[in-house]
Structure formats: C-alpha cells, structure tokens
C-alpha cells in the first residue's frame, strides 16, 4: 500500500536520494546538500502551531510493503514575504496607426511579483519506478484533502510554477534568448542559484517590457511550454482547475498553473465521514482519495469503502490502520477524480460521495 505522510527527520537520506534524481529546472529540490538540509529543516518547523510566515509542508510517499520513501510532494502556505517572488506576465499590447493603416499586436513580458503571499504547490516528484496505478494522482492530490483540513494556514489562492521546455541536452531555448545576456551563466548554474534566494534577480533582470518578438523564435516558442516530463502533472492539476493565466517562469518560461482554493474540486467536493473499521467490505466501491484530517499524523491513501445509510462508511481494518484511524473517527473522502466516479456510475456502484460525471482520462504524474 502506498501511504502519504509528512516528512520526518529520519527521512533525511531518502529525501536526499530524492534531490539527485530531480534533474535540472527542478528548483525546488536539488542535490544540494544543504540546500536539501535546510529544506528539510523547514518543513520540521513548520509543523507546529505557530509556523513560519512562508511554511512548507513537506509530505513522502511511503511504499508500506518496502518501508522505501518512493515520491515527495510539498505545499508552502506563502510566497514572497521575506524575498520577492518574481515572474514574468505575458500581456498584450496594441500599435496602430490610421495615417500608415497599420495595426500590429505583441506580446510583452513584465517583470512582476503579482503572486506574494499566494500559496504554492511545489516539490512534486515520484520515482520512475512507481508511475503506475495511479500513484502519480494520490501523490499531487493529497495535498488537497491536506489544504481542505488546514485551510487556516493557507492563503485564498494558490498556484503551482511548472517545469518549462528544455531541448534533449536540457538546455533552456528561453534562457539562451534572453536570461544569459544578463547573467552570463548557463541554465543549469542559474538554477542552482535560484534555490539560494531570488534577491539577485531584481539586481540583474531588467525591468522594462521585453517584446517577445524581438527574441530568438526557438526562445518565443517555448513561452508557456511545458516541461515534457511534466505534462502528467500538469493535466492531473488541470483536471482539478488550475489554469494558465499567462503567467511564467523568469529563466524557463514554464507556465505558472492557478486557481482559488475554493475551486479546487477535491477541496470543494470532498466530504467528511464518520468511519467503522471491518475485516471485510461488503459492496466497497473506490478507489477514493481518503485522508484523516490530522496534522502532524495526517495520513492519506487510496482505498476503497462501502457507504451506509446512516452517512457513514465501512472501511477495512488495514486502511483504518493506514490511515491511523478507528471506528467513530471522520475520514475526508473524495473522488479520485471526476472522470473516476462517471465509471463509478455506468456500473451501477454506490459512492459515498457525490461528485460530477465527465468521461474517463487516466493520469499519472513526473513532477512539477
């Protein structure tokens, strides 16, 4: 069974294996050794009643057969309050002259710190070996039964910065055009260096409009691209309503994925369940994103549960267990997604929650 959990001290090694397998744009998690260490700090204070201003919730998948930490996926509750949290807006501007009969559009890019204080999902990352059985989907999602407990500790809206296109010798098409002139480094060091802090950055970046066309057209192309290892990722984040608001990336010109809480559809459409834990579950439908809305021993799975017509569900002992919960504890349940519980639906199978019915897609995620 695969179980998602926060991450611990004596998750230092796993995590650290983790970094050395991200490859490069994956800037929040790099090999790094005190980068990796101070990450790691961070998320072990910020699981306590008064966090930090800029918290990371830092979570691991655990394969329980193993006990091996095969995936990490993290949740900061702000961004941009000790440093500036810089992106570039792609926005539209119009030339037109009567006397010449001339009308032209182009896009700009603005240099803007328009997200401070939003929350980000960040840190997505499962190993090769375990993209299958929709592990990538219960990785991502967890964090939104996660968020859709804890609320409090988040910002209204939340967005998550994806992996922009890189070539097959991973270098960066967008950096080459436009962000080594001004650093005079290659795509890899700069993003080694933007995991230090982003300070440097106002330094050296202009901060005039950049008028796309007047870059390479390898560079303009690959504005808003995504990285192609993160195409899963960002499809599972789309299913749930994030969208592209033309927002990306500074160095990769990655996309920048968005939504209100509110709107995302496991927060909005999961429900709380009073739980009896049994040795065997008669009718049991799933799988369902289930998650204990504890804190420091949140837990969440995918399982399966039979509704009751008292509102509650039957679950078995060993997802009870899983899930650190008893008989007459709440378990927060959602779809795994909407397309899951349309197939739900042409079988005839009872759900225990309600959810809405789109047709079937598949998903796993890489990273973001």
């Keep these: 069974m695969m179980i998602i959990r926060p991450i611990t001290a004596s998750d230092h090694d796993a995590l650290w294996h983790i970094a050395n397998k991200t490859g490069p744009g994956f800037t929040s998690l790099q090999p790094n050794a005190e980068a990796v260490k101070d990450r790691l700090k961070l998320a072990l204070t910020s699981m306590v009643d008064n966090p930090p201003e800029e918290a990371l919730y830092l979570m691991v998948m655990e394969d329980t057969n193993t006990h091996q930490i095969v995936g990490v996926c993290g949740l900061k509750s702000a961004v941009g309050l000790s440093a500036p949290w810089y992106n570039y807006k792609v926005s539209a501007h119009v030339h037109a002259s009567r006397e010449l009969d001339v ?9 803007c710190c328009d997200h401070t204080g939003y929350s980000e999902l960040c840190s997505l990352y499962l190993d090769p070996e375990y993209r299958h ?3 990538g989907q219960l990785l991502s999602k967890s964090r939104f039964l996660f968020l859709a407990a804890h609320k ?3 910002h209204a809206h939340i967005f998550a910065e994806l992996r922009g296109y890189l070539d097959e010798e991973s270098h960066s098409p967008f950096w080459e055009g436009l962000g080594r002139h001004f650093f005079n480094v290659d795509f890899e060091k700069a993003d080694q260096q933007i995991s230090q ?13 950049i008028y796309t066309k007047l870059l390479p057209k390898e560079a303009q192309a690959t504005i808003g691209k995504t990285h192609k290892s993160t195409l899963a990722a960002r499809k599972i984040l789309e299913q749930e309503g994030f969208r592209y608001t033309n927002y990306v990336d500074i160095f990769d010109a990655g996309p920048l994925l968005e939504t209100p809480v509110a709107n995302i559809r496991a927060v909005r459409d999961a429900r709380v369940f009073k739980v009896t834990a049994c040795n065997k579950l008669p009718d049991a439908t799933g799988p369902w994103l289930m998650g204990n809305d504890q804190f420091e021993d949140f837990r969440c799975i995918l399982g399966t549960a039979a509704a009751q017509d008292d509102g509650s569900v039957l679950i078995s002992k060993d997802q009870a267990e899983a899930l650190n919960v008893e008989t007459g504890d709440t378990l927060r349940l959602v ?12 079988t005839g199978a009872t759900s225990p929650v309600s959810a809405t019915h789109h047709p079937s897609t598949t998903g796993k995620a890489d990273n973001e």
């Design 103 to 111: 009308y032209s559009e182009h896009n700009t890019l603005n240099l």
């Design 335 to 346: 779809t795994l997604s909407a397309a899951h519980s349309a197939d739900k639906e042409e």
């Design 133 to 135: 059985s929709k592990n």
């Design 197 to 209: 802090g982003k300070a440097f950055i106002s330094e050296l970046m202009p901060r005039h409009p």
């Design 152 to 154: 409090e500790r988040f």
